[in-house]
T-cell receptor, first 110, second 116 residues
């Protein structure tokens, strides 16, 4: 597997606004996963998008994948204070490893 | 229990001591992973088990680190002669399928190790 690079490093928004985080990677992938980590619930899997998918939804989350640009984005709509967390992408190319980047730190102000 | 559990949640060790960190994966999960997470960084892969077989240990930082899963369920990560740079949160994750990470991993709460 390879490491994804999340952008921006930090993001601060008001409750109710949308938050967009991006992930870039270098080589072809089988799938890409997004994870969230906060102090309350630890590291939690959010969504997996396969290389033949372009968009996927889960509740207030929308993930897109552009394999031609080797990038993915995670959109959180109508953000809540509880969405405050670090978000990591994990591009998967095979093998047993999941390689996480440094993540995007999202702060949602009430 | 319903999730992955780890013990102890916090461990303080004096430099040079040996420590053992335990992971109880979700029952029936074939795959088990260990990660090390330094403050402000993402988790870094340490090792992977498929049942009792350790199929990838390429992330273990030195021969002071040793992991086992003798019966294919509970796993222990042992660190010998701890050093200050070993201070980190150690995360365990399990997954119900064998093989790679083409599926969801369920993470435990972690063990925060502080080496003085």
């Amino acid at each position: 597997s390879q490491q994804g690079e999340e952008d921006p490093q930090a993001l601060s928004i008001q409750e109710g606004e949308n938050a967009t985080m991006n992930c870039s990677y270098k080589t072809s992938i089988n799938n890409l996963q997004w994870y969230r980590q906060n102090s309350g619930r630890g590291l939690v899997h959010l969504i997996l998008i396969r290389s033949n998918e372009r968009e996927k939804h889960s509740g207030r989350l929308r993930v897109t994948l552009d394999t031609s640009k080797k990038s993915s984005s995670l959109l959180i709509t109508a953000s809540r204070a509880a969405d405050t967390a670090s978000y990591f992408c994990a591009p998967y190319t095979g093998g047993f490893k999941t390689i996480f980047g440094a993540g995007t730190r999202l702060f949602v102000k009430a | 229990g319903a999730g992955v559990s780890q013990s102890p949640r916090y461990k303080v060790a004096k430099r040079g001591q040996d420590v053992a960190l335990r992971c109880d994966p979700i029952s029936g999960h074939v795959s088990l992973f260990w990660y090390q997470q330094a403050l402000g960084q993402g988790p870094e892969f340490l090792t992977y088990f498929q049942n009792e077989a350790q199929l990838d240990k390429s992330g273990l930082p030195s021969d002071r680190f040793f992991a086992e899963r003798p019966e294919g369920s509970v796993s222990t990560l042992k660190i010998q002669r701890t050093q200050q740079e070993d201070s980190a949160v150690y995360l365990c994750a399990s997954s119900y399928t064998r093989g790679g990470t083409d599926n969801e991993q369920f993470f435990g709460p972690g063990t925060r190790l502080t080496v003085l």
